[in-house]
């Protein structure tokens, strides 16, 4: 079988799902930074000869099965396959949950929220009690050996048990400890996900400190995209100036001639940008938040770029596109970074091809020839 590629982040608990399925069934799965196969924009994603997988418990499906230890993993009987769903599903469903209300606050992912987490402590409660009484006359939780409901289950609880399960939280529930630890301490497991270090102290949400590492990210972001650009050689072309012109004269009048007249092409580069899933749009609302947060994620880059983004067209059959003008000659590092960069497609555009030039213009001024086969400027969102 060909090698399988997961696009993952370093130590992400629901990719040790597939991983360990993996060491089981003798799959071979390298690992790699995330690639755009997932139409939700998530990882772990899983690119197979046949195309890519989403969701982590579908691609530890997807492993098991095509490994050799898929009677093991995934049942004997039709029974047993059934028994191996129903804790699969019962992760999902009253797991997942209460793990991500108490793990993401601290983690900086979510908002922090006192009632919340007091429920999540809760629930998480219950769920260490359900498989305590589950596993006091079981060694594993369906049959007698690791199956894909073991692995699943114990990566999901994985990071709690790092995290927040400190020896005082988790002493009652002696039976789902003693699972959880021969699970995790299989050669299987550990090779895919390393050793595992039970939480000695429960962590806890600091507001200064999560400000603080918000505000040193926000900046060594910032930072380090200042040092790109600080590297390009200088340019004449004033792009202030330009945002300035486009915001408080006529596009076509002022601000066009204006960008012609004093465009650097050695220090800028203009880019045409295609929604890949125009396919998926339906209301134009829907279609003018993606566009929203697409820029909402480019914070730091407005002192070096410029876009124009357009929806075209009627609901049911909308359309976004748009022009990107950037510092340099590349996409910033800046943009390669967001999370939804990878939905889009990005052209880059010629000013001295006459073609290229019109469709510059006509995005900028949000009608002209470019829009006859798209349909009408329905909304724009300008980044400045």
């Not at 769903?85 to 209300?101: F, G, H, L, T």
């Not at 289950?153 to 529930?173: G, N, S």
């Not at 995790?184 to 390393?194: I, L, R």
């Amino acid at each position: 079988m060909r090698m399988q590629t997961l696009y993952t982040y370093p130590n992400n608990s629901r990719a040790f799902k597939a991983l360990v399925a993996a060491q089981y069934g003798g799959v071979e799965v390298e690992t790699d930074e995330f690639l755009a196969l997932n139409p939700l924009g998530k990882v772990p994603t899983l690119k197979t000869p046949e195309g890519g997988i989403f969701e982590s418990s579908a691609i530890a499906a997807y492993v098991a099965r095509a490994g050799s230890a898929a009677e093991q993993l995934l049942g004997a009987t039709v029974y047993e396959s059934s028994l191996i769903d129903s804790w699969i599903q019962y992760a999902a469903n009253e797991i997942d949950m209460p793990r991500a209300a108490w793990l993401y606050p601290l983690l900086g992912y979510l908002p922090y929220s006192k009632a919340g987490t007091k429920q999540a402590k809760g629930d998480i409660k219950k769920v260490l009690g359900v498989l305590n009484a589950h596993l006091e006359s079981r060694t594993y939780l369906v049959g007698n050996a690791v199956s894909l409901a073991d692995i699943i289950v114990a990566c999901t609880l994985l990071d709690l048990y790092k995290m927040v399960l400190e020896p005082q939280f988790r002493a009652p529930f002696e039976h789902t400890n003693r699972w959880f630890t021969a699970v995790v301490t299989q050669p299987e497991f550990v090779a895919a996900a390393g050793e595992t270090t039970l939480c000695e102290k429960m962590a806890q949400y600091d507001a200064n400190k999560m400000k603080k590492a918000k505000e040193a990210s926000k900046a060594a972001a910032k930072g380090k995209q200042e040092d790109a650009f600080a590297s390009l050689p200088p340019s004449s072309f004033d792009l202030a100036a330009f945002k300035r012109e486009y915001s408080n004269k006529d596009a076509r009048a002022d601000a066009i001639p204006y960008l012609w007249s004093n465009f650097d092409n050695d220090g800028y580069s203009f880019w045409f940008c295609e929604y890949k899933y125009n396919s998926d749009l339906t209301l134009a609302f829907k279609a003018s938040n993606i566009v929203g947060r697409f820029m909402q994620r480019l914070p730091n880059l407005h002192d070096h770029g410029f876009a124009s983004m357009l929806i075209t067209g009627s609901d049911g059959n909308l359309e976004i596109s748009g022009v990107w003008l950037v510092r340099g000659k590349e996409l910033p590092q800046h943009m390669l970074d967001n999370g939804d960069f990878n939905h889009y497609t990005f052209t880059p555009l010629d000013v001295s091809n006459d073609e290229h030039k019109t469709k510059i213009e006509d995005y900028l001024a949000w009608d002209g020839a470019s829009f006859e086969a798209k349909g009408d400027v329905v909304e724009g969102k300008v980044y400045k």
